[in-house]
Structures are given as structure tokens and as C-alpha cells.
């Protein structure tokens, strides 16, 4: 079974440009989500998606957005980048649905992240 | 809001020791999931173990094990036989039962970095 991929996997871009970052999740999974790492900040909540549905968002600018398509690949926007946007960005699925109180809803598989560098 | 402290930036083991990487975590909710992820050079996040805040019983996995305290709010991972292949940051991490319909984020603790020698 593939993994979680993740493209591109670097990226360098100068600041006011925008960017997208693709996430394509484990094959029946439902929900994607994305975490941001700094080394100042850590791992933070960006938003997860659930069939092409935004249903938790994290405390972040609107400049950081993202949607999701039908067959559940995921991808997410930064517009207007500032230098504090380089960062690791982590793509994390999972199945998503049914009865959350079961183990197999609630794991994350993470993708290798996409190194952005806002130069 | 919920978070999660790892005290210990760095940690260090002699190879087939054990060693014992501490976190601790502020919620006053009562249903939750607790985790260690691990992440080598790679970059990938690896989740290591699980625990229920409703089981007692403590998780484990090959050589991994949790102590979890829950009126101590306390979660920590015992690795045992530690080999190289374990040196990486470990984090970990909470997340709510059923949040409001979603699965919940996961909240992190700024990890602990663990060196393995030979």
C-alpha cells in the first residue's frame, strides 16, 4: 500500500510569491490534514479536510489555505510569503470516518513533508 | 487549551540500554488520545504508540512502552534494547475523542532529540 505522498519535496521561493504544496493521501483514506514545523514554533495545526470539506482549522492568516478534491488528494496555498513561512509542511491521512472511538479512525500517517524555503 | 511539555530537549543512551523520554500534558477533558511519534533525518513522522485515556492499562509495542498517569497528566516512553535506528526526535502528542465531528488536531510537544551510541 502506498504511503502518504508529498510533492514537491523542496521548494525555494522569494517573499510575496505564493505557493501550493500537493498531498496525496493513503489509498480509502478520507481525511487529510497538514501541520506546519518550525523549529521556533514546532508542529502546528494548519486545517484538516473531510470529503472536500474543511472541518478543523488552525490559527493561522488567511493567506494559508487549502482544499481537498474528490478523490481525496488534498492540496494547500500560502499566498503573499513572508519569510516566517519557510517550514516544513506535513501532510498527515487517515481513514476519517465512522465511529472515532475505534482505533483505525484515529491514526495519522504522515507523508516526508515539503521544505519550503522563502528566501 | 490543551497542551504538551517535553522537558527534555536532548537524551542520550548507550546502545541495548533503556531509556525513558518524559511528557506531560494540561487538558481538562477526560477522553483523549495520547502518542509518541518518532522522527528520524528523514524527516517522516513514524507514530510509535498509542494510548486510550480510557484504557488503564498501559500500551506497548515490541520495545517501546508508556507509562501513562492520568490523574498525574503524565505519558512517558521506555525504549528498551535501544538500537541505533531509534536515534531520532520523538514527540509527543494529544488529541481529543471525537471532536465535535472531527477527528481533532494533534497538539505536540516541542519533542526530545535522542542520540544513540555504540
Known amino acids: 500500500k502506498a504511503g502518504v505522498t508529498q510533492t514537491p519535496r523542496y521548494l525555494i521561493k522569494t517573499r510575496g510569491q505564493q505557493v501550493t504544496l500537493s498531498c496525496s493521501p493513503i489509498?480509502?483514506?478520507?481525511?487529510v490534514s497538514w501541520y506546519q514545523q518550525t523549529p521556533g514554533q514546532g508542529l502546528q495545526f494548519l486545517f484538516e479536510?473531510?470529503?472536500?470539506?474543511?472541518?478543523n482549522k488552525g490559527n493561522f492568516p488567511g493567506r494559508f489555505s487549502g482544499r481537498q478534491f474528490s478523490n481525496s488528494r488534498s492540496e494547500m496555498n500560502v499566498s503573499t510569503l513572508e519569510l516566517g513561512d519557510s517550514a516544513l509542511y506535513l501532510c498527515?491521512?487517515?481513514?476519517?470516518?465512522?465511529?472515532?472511538?475505534?482505533?483505525?479512525?484515529?491514526?495519522?500517517?504522515f507523508g516526508a513533508g515539503s521544505r519550503l524555503t522563502v528566501l | 487549551a490543551q497542551t504538551v511539555t517535553q522537558s527534555q530537549p536532548e537524551m542520550s543512551v548507550q546502545e541495548a540500554e533503556t531509556v525513558t523520554l518524559s511528557c506531560t500534558y494540561d487538558?481538562?477533558?477526560?477522553?483523549?488520545?495520547l502518542f509518541w511519534y518518532k522522527q528520524p533525518p528523514s524527516r517522516q513522522m513514524i507514530l510509535v504508540i498509542r494510548?486510550?485515556?480510557?484504557?488503564?492499562q498501559n500500551a506497548t509495542e515490541n520495545r517501546f512502552s508508556v507509562n501513562f498517569q492520568k490523574a498525574a497528566k503524565s505519558f512517558s516512553l521506555k525504549i528498551s534494547d535501544s538500537q541505533l535506528g531509534d536515534a531520532a526526535m520523538y514527540f509527543c502528542?494529544?488529541?481529543?475523542?471525537?471532536?465535535?465531528?472531527?477527528?481533532?488536531?494533534?497538539?505536540f510537544g516541542k519533542g526530545t532529540k535522542l542520540s544513540v551510541k555504540p
Open positions: 487538558t481538562s477533558e477526560s477522553d483523549y488520545y
Open positions: 479536510y473531510f470529503s472536500e470539506t474543511q472541518r
Open positions: 494510548q486510550e485515556a480510557y484504557k488503564q
Open positions: 502528542a494529544y488529541r481529543l475523542l471525537n471532536y465535535g465531528g472531527s477527528q481533532g488536531n494533534l497538539i
Open positions: 489509498s480509502g483514506h478520507r481525511s
Open positions: 498527515a491521512s487517515s481513514p476519517g470516518g465512522g465511529d472515532l472511538a475505534f482505533s483505525g479512525a484515529n491514526v495519522l500517517t
